[in-house]
């Protein structure tokens, strides 16, 4: 046995998967948009590259890396007034276009459209606002196969934390014992551990500009599509 069904005890019920650098590679929006925002408070333009390490803690810590890095500051000493301008204006160009640089990775719909044929249950478990999420997985099509969203801000809390994890389980009607989840950064991996929730990972993601196997996912894969051969070569556990 290998693959997802041996990361559990109980039979596989349900996956969370994340989104950013796991399903979509949603960066170029995401650095395009902060970009329009700091040049729209007069500051030089970060680019992708650099956007690249800053995502995976949610908006309002993009933000944050963004502004520090443009006021070459520690991150905890960016201003959080002028944090809370830059977030707006990145609100507003994100909420403009979230999608167009973006792209679903290869095998993802072809491995959700596996399970969900499998009757595993899906939900998708994110650090981006909700009001971008369901905007984003329309586009790809992807929202019927991830009928449960929890974004950065549907709860107080956000991942590591392992609450929005919990919660989709609740919301799908599945255990945590019978639930793996997927996804692409040590924040990832955090929640999921606070939980007792086996976590698999991809390596192509965002994780800061670390290896995310320095964090010991329980598996590592380079695409997406490993996850669903390993199922395939090991129905019905
Ligand atoms: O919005 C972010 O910073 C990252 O979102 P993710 O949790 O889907 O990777
Ligand atoms: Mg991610």
Redesign the pocket.
């Known amino acids: 046995m290998s693959g997802l069904n041996a990361l559990l005890s109980a039979p596989l019920r349900g996956l969370l998967f ?5 399903l979509v590679d949603s960066v170029p929006d995401l650095a395009a948009a902060l970009d329009t925002a700091l040049e729209s408070l007069g500051y030089a333009p970060a680019g992708e590259a650099r956007a690249r390490h800053w ?5 309002p ?2 933000a944050q890396r963004g502004l520090a890095w443009a006021l070459e500051v520690d991150e905890a000493r960016a201003p959080a007034a002028q944090v809370e301008r830059l977030l707006a204006e990145f609100y507003r160009a994100y909420g403009e276009d979230s999608w167009s640089r973006s792209q679903l990775y290869p095998g993802v719909r072809e491995a959700l459209e596996y399970w969900a044929a499998q009757g595993i249950k899906m939900a998708c478990v ?3 606002p909700e009001r971008f999420t369901h905007p984003l997985l329309a586009h790809f099509g992807l929202e019927a196969l991830l009928p449960v969203v929890v974004g ?1 801000d549907t709860l107080p809390q956000r ?1 590591p934390d392992p609450a929005p994890l919990l919660l989709a389980c609740e919301r799908l009607g599945v255990s945590v014992d019978s639930t793996v989840m997927v996804g ?2 040590i ?1 990832d991996v955090q929640a999921a551990r606070a939980c007792h929730m086996p976590v698999a990972c991809v390596s192509y993601g ?1 994780n800061h500009g670390s290896p995310i196997a320095d964090a010991k996912p329980d598996l590592l894969v380079a695409h997406f599509s490993e996850l669903l051969h390993t199922e395939r070569r090991n129905p019905g556990k």
């Open positions: 994340d989104l950013d650098g796991t995502v995976g803690n949610g908006a810590k993009l994110t650090n981006k950065g991942k692409d950064s924040n965002y």
